[in-house]
Nanobody, 118 residues
Framework: QVQFVESGGGSAQPGGSLRLSCAAS????????MAWYRQAPGKERELVAT????????NYADSAKGRFTISRDNYKNTVSLQMNNLKPDDTGVYFC???????????WGQGTHVTVSS
């Protein structure tokens, strides 16, 4: 059974930092492209960042470039998102998932909530 358990969310002030983690199980993690998504209140889920199987390439949404860093640990089956210089627009629920040919195929986890406000 595929499972994603996201953690690390919370409240932060603009300009602050948070580090999100996702523990994945039930599939071949080391053979999967991994991604972080964000769903802001009242909006659709959007892709934030991706990392290749061997962590040799990382891609970011324009809104995340220069502020967020995605990374993975194929020994621990975890993927992380370091978020710096947070902005109120970063508020939302953050999810991780695996990508197959650019699409997510596994059920979503519960996500972790991030609130950025002063």
């Amino acid at each position: 059974q595929v499972q994603f358990v996201e953690s690390g969310g919370g409240s932060a002030q603009p300009g602050g930092s948070l580090r999100l983690s996702c523990a994945a199980s039930g599939f071949s993690f080391s053979r999967s492209v991994m991604a972080w998504y964000r769903q802001a209140p009242g909006k659709e889920r959007e892709l934030v960042a991706t990392v290749t199987k061997t962590d040799d390439k990382r891609n970011y949404a324009d809104s995340a470039k220069g502020r967020f860093t995605i990374s993975r640990d194929n020994y621990k089956n975890t993927v992380s998102l370091q978020m710096n210089n947070l902005k109120p627009d970063d508020t939302g629920v953050y999810f991780c998932n695996a990508l197959v040919l650019g699409s997510t195929i596994y059920p979503w986890g519960q996500g972790t909530h991030v609130t950025v406000s002063s």
